[in-house]
């Protein structure tokens, strides 16, 4: 199953979260009661999030986190990849070097194909579509055309799931 980590999921939440409300200064506090994520959660995903530039930190009596950008300006691949790195399915889709079979792999092509189509959707999709209260229909028909030969079954599962409320 391909899956994001626990914390970048976890990060995704917190900045929806503030994403409700974006030009608030919000306190980890603050936002595990509104999320119900853990304190020391929170403030460990908070310090990566500030790490990878998708919250400021201000310090002080009146301190706390803030949106550096309009909600309408942050992706979910933006957060994902401050958390958990460089998107990818299989390790051959993000950085060469670091599968032994890269070289003579028959399937490589492909999966960075599917990467893209992935990382494309994500790019898609703001802040401020996961704070609202129904998420947007994913447009990859685009992706699809130039990315996965038509007439696939993992072409149709995939556009079904996309465009008609499904997860991308």
Do not use: F
């Amino acid at each position: 199953m391909l899956r994001m980590s626990k914390l970048a999921d976890y990060g995704t939440v917190i900045m929806t979260a503030m994403a409700r409300d974006p030009d608030a200064v919000h306190s980890a506090s603050s936002i595990a009661a509104a999320t119900g994520v853990a304190i020391p959660t929170v403030s460990k995903v908070l310090k990566i999030l500030t790490r990878g530039g998708m919250v400021e930190s201000l310090r002080g009596t009146n301190g706390g986190y803030l949106l550096p950008r309009p909600p309408e300006r942050i992706t979910l691949a933006e957060v994902i990849a401050a958390v958990d790195g460089p998107i990818g399915v299989t390790e051959c889709s993000t950085l060469p070097g670091l599968c032994v079979q890269e070289a003579a792999c028959a399937v490589r092509a492909n999966w960075q194909k599917v990467n893209r189509v992935i990382c494309e959707a994500l790019q898609q999709v703001t802040l401020a579509d996961m704070a609202g209260p129904t998420l947007r229909a994913v447009d990859i028909s685009a992706i699809r055309a130039r990315s996965i030969p038509s007439g696939r079954a993992g072409a149709t599962q995939l556009s079904r799931k996309t465009t008609d409320g499904g997860h991308a």
